[in-house]
């Protein structure tokens, strides 16, 4: 079956650009997906379409493909950004969905 | 702002069936694909299915042959069930919708903790 693979964690300090990477044989040709996940919450959407924000997400969250891997940039990482992260998108035939094992983004 | 309620039973035996419904309120039900996510505990998601207005259906291969997503348009809702549920089925469930315009999964509901013990 199709998977997308995740650092398990990234760290950085307050002010830093934090990348979070996900690879996946099927990314050239389907967009990727990332979403935020706190404690205790549902995931929230931070990047659709591989690059585009939605509304009400800060500027500092961008995203980027290239080949098989698509990248999260948090440029100038709050604390409030440590959460898990999850990237997200589609076998090569757009049957089914699936998600990236997730990241653990600290901020300290 | 769409928001998902949803509800069921918490607390199953093993080889009960897991029965979940979703209510859309506030936003359309056409243009969008209507899923089931899960989260074991301390563990990723895993997408469940979807379906559309239509009621076409997509499953995830590992869960095909227990899971069935049904849609009710006259009132909104759309539902999931899971047969023969097992201790692996222990998770939050979530519904969620993605949009057909590539939109993401831009809006979810609170989710619900299922327990299968005995």
């Known amino acids: 079956s199709y998977e997308l693979t995740q650092p398990p964690s990234v760290s950085v300090s307050p002010g830093q650009t934090a990348r979070i990477t996900c690879s996946g044989d099927?990314?050239?040709?389907?967009?990727a997906y990332w979403y935020q996940q706190k404690p205790g919450q549902a995931p929230v959407l931070v990047i659709y379409?591989?690059?585009e924000r939605p509304s009400g997400i800060p500027e500092r969250f961008s995203g980027s493909s290239s080949g098989t891997t698509v990248t999260l940039t948090i440029s100038g990482a709050q604390a409030e950004d440590e959460a898990d992260y999850y990237c997200?998108?589609?076998?090569?035939?757009?049957?089914?969905?699936?998600f990236g094992g997730g990241t653990k983004l600290t901020v300290l | 702002q769409v928001q998902l309620p949803q509800w069921g039973a918490g607390l199953l035996k093993p080889s009960e069936t897991l029965s979940l419904t979703c209510a859309v309120y506030?936003?359309?039900?056409?243009?969008?694909?209507w899923t089931w996510i899960r989260q074991p505990p301390g563990k990723g998601l895993e997408w469940i299915g979807e379906?559309?207005?239509?009621?076409?259906?997509n499953y995830n291969p590992s869960l095909k042959s227990r899971v069935t997503i049904s849609v009710d348009t006259s009132k909104i809702q759309f539902s999931l069930k899971l047969n023969s549920v097992t201790a692996a089925d222990t998770a939050v469930y979530y519904c969620?919708?993605?949009?057909?315009?590539?939109?993401?999964?831009?809006?979810w509901g609170q989710g619900t903790l299922v327990t299968v013990s005995s």
């Open positions: 969620s919708r993605f949009g057909a315009a590539g939109t993401g999964f831009d809006s």
């Open positions: 506030g936003g359309s039900f056409s243009g969008y694909y």
């Open positions: 379906i559309n207005e239509s009621g076409t259906t």
């Open positions: 099927a990314l050239p040709k389907q967009y």
């Open positions: 379409k591989d690059s």
């Open positions: 997200q998108s589609a076998d090569s035939s757009d049957t089914y969905v699936v």
